[in-house]
């Protein structure tokens, strides 16, 4: 999997910004990334089949072939156009936003798969499943989330998945005893129930960047605090890869970063984008660092990062003052 990978979340729901993204993730991939995270409910839908389109055009072409890619997707939210009511009864839906059911997991692997111009995808998340601890038990959301990975475990058999996953946003940066934080030896524990000791339970994504550090500054995995450790080692005992999204935060991490920041950089990466790009990248316990990109200009700008050699652990920690 390369350092560096695309997403696809934002942008106008429009034929512009869908041709955009097609050029954008056919230039990433060129340029060497195989790692392409999309989502069902990206713009409706538009992210998907623009990645679709992108792929197709790729492999056609003869510039990388299907298994040199890492392609995943999410379901759980409810998206327009895109709601299997004949399969949801009261109390599948919480806040009328998200699901969790088997059912409802296996429809939208369905409309992604055909989206994606694909028979398989590598990494199939459970979009921000945290979302459902603000309204229900935590022993209740557990439940649902064991009977989500079962549903996985049977689409791996199938063939239409390879590995399945968590992709959050809150649920594994809370501080301890937060509400709606999720504790991953206990999603693994519902996965070995799921599929054995060889269950396919191997990615999580949460931010990180600069400015959201919590997945290796916040000792939050463990039910002892004493002995908790933040998210990236757990993952790591666990053999669970982490991917970490929103490195730019979205595009404020590409101005007015400090300056002692700033200074621990070569010339050779000019920009504040690519510097922080850099610092992500090179976080130890990370895998692939995601970064939005809907222009194709954007992608060969930040690429200029992977021409640089990540930064030791020593180099690394030294932003940390260690």
């Keep these: 999997m390369s350092s560096l990978g695309i997403g696809t979340y934002l942008g106008p729901m429009d034929d512009d910004t869908d041709r955009s993204y097609t050029s954008a993730v056919r230039t990433a991939i060129r340029q060497g990334i195989n790692v392409i995270d999309t989502s069902l409910n990206y713009r409706h839908q538009r992210s998907e089949r623009a990645v679709g389109r992108a792929i197709e055009a790729v492999i056609q072409a003869g510039d990388v072939a299907r298994n040199e890619l890492v392609v995943a997707t999410k379901a759980g939210y409810l998206v327009p156009q895109a709601i299997p009511s004949e399969l949801l009864a009261p109390g599948d839906v919480v806040a009328n936003m998200h699901c969790l059911k088997p059912a409802f997991l296996s429809d939208q692997l369905e409309r992604s798969l055909r989206n994606l111009r694909l028979n398989r995808v590598d990494i199939f998340y459970l979009h921000n499943p945290e979302t459902q601890l603000q309204f229900l038990e935590p022993g209740e959301v557990y439940r649902r989330i064991g009977e989500a990975f079962t549903a996985c475990e049977a689409m791996v058999t199938s063939g239409k998945i390879a590995f399945y996953g968590i992709a959050t946003w809150d649920g594994l940066r809370r501080r301890p005893g937060g509400v709606d934080g999720l504790q991953l030896a206990r999603l693994a524990e519902l996965a070995k129930q799921a599929g054995g000791p060889q269950h396919h339970f191997r990615f999580v994504q949460l931010p990180f960047s600069l400015a959201m550090p919590e997945a290796i500054s916040v000792r939050n995995q463990g039910t002892d605090p004493r002995a908790a450790v933040p998210l990236v080692e757990a993952a790591h005992t666990l053999g669970i890869s982490v991917i970490s999204s929103a490195t730019l935060m979205q595009g404020r991490l590409t101005k007015d970063l400090p300056e ?63």
Excluded at 266 to 285: C, H, K, M, N
Excluded at 296 to 304: H, I, K, L, P, S
């Design 260 to 322: 002692k920041f700033l200074e621990k950089f070569s010339d050779s990466l000019p920009t504040q984008a690519q510097r922080a790009i850099q610092f992500a990248r090179s976080t130890p316990g990370i895998t692939t660092s995601l970064i939005g990109m809907s222009k194709a200009e954007r992608v060969v700008e930040n690429m200029v990062v992977s021409k640089a050699k990540p930064f030791s652990e020593a180099e690394y920690y030294s932003f940390y003052g260690r």
